[in-house]
């Protein structure tokens, strides 16, 4: 080969690797601009986010948890239960509440305590023990 041949050979070679470099830069330039788009809409959706459950607990705050059954018993249970800092059995808030001490109204008192659970209002630390999630 001469050495006319290979420069040839190198200046289509060096032609070839400066057309595909220019290909990917302008690739990256594209994919940096779709990061950027996707980054923002991150960013909106995160504050939308933060603003639905800023406005969830201020809807909360006043107008008390939502779905709590109609009886004012749930609220009065609630707010035996806030006053306390340790999980606490039905017999107990039987006692709080003075509803009586029969296995009835303790029953009862279970009962109540294992909806407020069941909608996410309470919590059952360990078998027959209640308490309020704390945060």
Do not use: W
């Not at 990256?28 to 800023?54: F, I, S, Y």
């Not at 509803?99 to 009835?104: H, L, Y």
């Amino acid at each position: 080969m001469t050495t006319r041949s290979i420069l040839d050979l190198l200046t289509e070679r060096e032609q070839a690797v400066r057309t595909h470099a220019e290909y990917l830069r302008v690739q990256l330039e594209q994919l940096t601009g779709q990061v950027n788009e996707l980054e923002a809409e991150l960013a909106d959706l995160a504050t939308t986010r933060k603003v639905l459950l800023a406005l969830e607990t201020r809807e909360t705050e006043r107008t008390g948890p939502a779905n709590l059954p109609d009886n004012p018993v749930y609220q009065h249970i609630l707010t035996a239960l806030a006053d306390t800092d340790r999980p606490v059995r039905a017999k107990d808030l039987c006692r709080a509440l003075d509803t009586g001490f029969e296995p009835k109204h303790i029953e009862g008192m279970r009962s109540k305590l294992k909806r407020l659970v069941s909608l996410g209002l309470i919590t059952e630390t360990e078998p027959g023990l209640f308490a309020l999630h704390r945060q």
